[in-house]
Nanobody, 125 residues
Framework: QVQLVESGGGLVQAGGSLRLSCAAS????????MGWFRQTPGREREFVAA?????????EYAGSVKGRFTISRGNAKNTVYLQMNALKPEDTAVYYC?????????????????WGQGTQVTVSS
């Protein structure tokens, strides 16, 4: 059973930075495409970023975060990261880490097989 545990969330002022981490255990992390999603109350879960396990780590970003967020992975540590810079109040959400066994880079949450519990990010204005 794959387990994903996020950390690094918190409260930050607009313009600040946070780095989220997601530690994976119980599976073959190096083969999974990893993604980050976020959700606010009353809204659908939203794609943020994803990184493949192949091709040197191909990345994809939502337009709203492109140029501000960076996804990366450390296969030796079974960890995926989300560096978030120039944060805005509209980035406030619970951020979830997810793993896709098929390896496809996908923007829809249904493509992901495993999910973490989420970590809260709050950006104050």
């Amino acid at each position: 059973q794959v387990q994903l545990v996020e950390s690094g969330g918190g409260l930050v002022q607009a313009g600040g930075s946070l780095r989220l981490s997601c530690a994976a255990s119980g599976g073959t992390f190096s083969r999974y495409t990893m993604g980050w999603f976020r959700q606010t109350p009353g809204r659908e879960r939203e794609f943020v970023a994803a990184i493949t396990s192949w091709g040197g780590g191909i990345t994809e970003y939502a337009g709203s975060v492109k140029g501000r967020f960076t996804i990366s992975r450390g296969n030796a540590k079974n960890t995926v990261y989300l560096q978030m810079n120039a944060l805005k109040p509209e980035d406030t959400a619970v951020y979830y880490c997810a793993a896709n066994r098929e390896g496809d880079i996908a923007r829809i949450d249904l493509a992901y097989d495993y999910w973490g519990q989420g970590t809260q990010v709050t950006v104050s204005s």
